[in-house]
């Protein structure tokens, strides 16, 4: 059993060499940790430090290519060099590093697929800015009460990935990588668990992801929508649709009952037209539920043809 700590590292010189010393590298049930670190262009000497701090493997973006980006190469590297587990945290020490024990656990038990680490269980992040707390919060709350499956974190970094779930999920680059991954392993009917871990917020930190607040949301939301929509299309298009649909009935009843009383449509003309606007708006949406339906089945037959050829590529 070979797992991979895996390190996205920007500009983190003073931090990455004490973060790496301090990862456990004997855990029971465990043949052997090896420490990767993925270098995103950084403009310091964080490769340097990581090498000498002992990682293992050592691989620079050349350029800043975001964290979207860096996270698929980390996948892709992870399976290169054999992992069983790939256990991803940042490399700044926010987390604590002793927590991978925690964290691949379950996997190793064979308990879930992949595994999050939680800041909103029982032990509250530290000094974590109230606004970002709460978006993430109520983000967690809403996509997973839209995808039927509880979700704590949806944004946390501190991950673990069986093998089989780093060759499953469908990696697509962007803005980030956290939501998607989250949103496409439900979609995929991987079993996923949250475990509570302590995490520091360190005064000054700027994060790589969130420039400012409205950055952040409109990002995070083109990102969410489009996940959602091509994991639950039926959900996605058919609710509004039969809200719509129902909220024009009752228009229509309203019409015809003022109608028929004096059989004059001119004082009525506004509920008519609202009654039509909203039924033929609804049946679009009702045909693109289907469609979009038809899309996810043939968008599945396509990523169980490349999860065949990813299972041959990275064939231990």
């Known amino acids: 059993m070979r797992l991979i700590v895996n390190l996205p590292a920007f500009n983190e010189e003073e931090k990455i060499a004490e973060t790496i010393k301090r990862i456990p590298r004997t855990i029971e049930g465990v043949d052997e940790v090896l420490v990767q670190v993925i270098d995103?262009?950084?403009?310091?000497?964080?490769?340097?430090?990581?090498?000498?701090?002992?990682?293992?493997?050592?691989?620079?973006n050349g350029i800043n290519r975001g964290i979207g980006i860096t996270f698929k190469n980390a996948v892709e590297h992870a399976l290169d060099n054999g992992a069983d587990i790939m256990c991803n945290m940042d490399a700044d020490g926010q987390f604590n590093p002793q927590d991978i024990t925690k964290i691949i656990a379950p996997i190793l038990n064979k308990e879930s697929d992949m595994v999050s680490a939680t800041r909103f269980g029982d032990k509250e992040a530290k000094d974590m800015p109230k606004a970002k707390y709460y978006l993430?919060?109520?983000?967690?709350?809403?996509?997973g009460s839209f995808m039927d499956y509880p979700i704590?974190?949806?944004?946390?970094?501190?991950?673990?990935?069986?093998?089989?779930?780093?060759?499953?999920?469908?990696?697509?680059?962007?803005?980030?990588?956290?939501?998607?991954?989250?949103?496409?392993a439900i979609g995929k009917n991987l079993k996923l668990k949250w475990i509570p871990v302590e995490v520091t917020y360190f005064a000054g930190r700027k994060s790589r992801v969130v420039k400012s607040i409205f950055n952040y949301v409109s990002n995070s939301g083109k990102i969410i929508l489009e996940a959602v929509r091509d994991v639950r299309p039926m959900k996605f298009f058919g609710w509004p649709a039969l809200i719509m649909i129902v909220i024009s009935i009752g228009f229509f009843v309203d019409f015809f009952y003022w109608y028929f009383q004096d059989f004059k449509i001119t004082p009525?003309?506004?509920?008519?037209l609202a009654a039509i606007t909203l039924f033929v708006v609804g049946v679009q949406f009702l045909i693109f539920a289907f469609i979009a339906d038809m899309i996810k089945s043939a968008r599945k037959l396509i990523e169980d043809q490349a999860h065949t050829l990813r299972k041959w590529r990275y064939k231990k």
């Open 40 to 60: 995103d262009g950084s403009k310091d000497k964080t490769i340097e430090a990581a090498k000498n701090a002992g990682a293992d493997f050592v691989y620079p």
């Open 136 to 143: 993430n919060l109520i983000a967690a709350k809403i996509i």
């Open 152 to 184: 704590d974190d949806l944004t946390c970094g501190f991950r673990a990935y069986s093998r089989e779930t780093m060759i499953r999920l469908n990696i697509t680059p962007g803005f980030t990588y956290t939501q998607e991954t989250i949103i496409d």
């Open 268 to 272: 009525y003309r506004n509920v008519l």
